[in-house]
C-alpha cells in the first residue's frame, strides 16, 4: 500500500495578510458611511413627515453632503449617488 500524505497546510504570504487588514479596515469604514446616510436619509423622511419645510431643507443638505462624500471616497458610485439625491428632491417637491 502507498503512503497517505497528510494534506499539506497553507499559509498566507504577508502581502496577503496585510490585504486582508486592509479589507477590514475598509469595510468598516464603509459600513460607517453607509449608516451615516441611512440614518440621515430617515431624518429627512421624518422631518417631511412632520411638514416642516426648513428642518427637511437643512436635513436635505445634510443628506446632499455626506453623500458627496461617499462618491469621493468611492463608497457609492456617483450614478447611485445622484439617483438617490434626485429621488429625495423629488419627494421634498411633492411633500411640498
Do not use: H
Amino acid at each position: 500500500m502507498a503512503k497517505q500524505e497528510a494534506p499539506k497546510k497553507k499559509v498566507k504570504r504577508p502581502t496577503a495578510l496585510k490585504r486582508d487588514l486592509q479589507n477590514k479596515k475598509r469595510r468598516l469604514n464603509n459600513k460607517i458611511y453607509k449608516s451615516k446616510v441611512r440614518t440621515a436619509v430617515r431624518a429627512f423622511e421624518e422631518s417631511l413627515g412632520k411638514g416642516d419645510a426648513a428642518a427637511s431643507d437643512a436635513k436635505l443638505n445634510e443628506v446632499y453632503s455626506i453623500l458627496d462624500k461617499c462618491a469621493k471616497k468611492g463608497i457609492f458610485k456617483l450614478n447611485k449617488v445622484s439617483r438617490t439625491k434626485s429621488r429625495l428632491v423629488a419627494r421634498s417637491v411633492a411633500k411640498a
